[in-house]
């Protein structure tokens, strides 16, 4: 069984930075993994997300202040923010996929199309003006 949990949320004020992490087990290291984010009162969104090969894709709002990585045992992903604005408030999941992700287009497929992937609980970040 699939399980997957993140850790690092917090209050940080404007421009200040924060570091989430997600553990993952059960479930085959070859597939993608991803962090998304969901404001109050707004749809589930992708920020970033992560092949095998270490190939990465961003949201446009989030490219330049965040860095999404995986951890050496590969069941481990990091998310890495930076000059965070209001708007990156929000409840953040870490998300494992399910097949095999190695292309670019698997990447980008896992962040933005409504594949099966398993979640964790999410982690809740505010960030004030």
């Known amino acids: 069984q699939v399980q997957v949990e993140e850790s690092g949320g917090g209050s940080v004020q404007a421009g200040g930075s924060l570091k989430l992490s997600c553990a993952a087990s059960?479930?085959?290291?070859?597939?993608?993994m991803g962090w998304f984010r969901q404001a109050p009162g707004k749809e589930r969104e992708g920020v970033a997300s992560i092949g095998l090969l270490g190939t990465v894709v961003y949201t446009l709002s989030v490219k330049g202040r965040f860095t999404i990585s995986r951890g050496s045992a590969k069941n481990t992903l990091y998310l890495s923010m930076n000059v965070l604005k209001p708007e990156d408030t929000g409840t953040y999941f870490c998300?494992?996929?399910?097949?095999?992700?190695?292309?670019?287009?698997?990447?980008?497929?896992?962040?933005?199309?409504?594949?099966?992937?398993?979640w964790g609980q999410g982690t809740q970040v505010n960030v004030s003006s």
């Open positions: 998300a494992a996929g399910r097949r095999m992700c190695s292309s670019y287009e698997d990447v980008q497929a896992f962040l933005y199309d409504n594949e099966t992937k398993d």
């Open positions: 059960g479930y085959n290291f070859n597939t993608c």
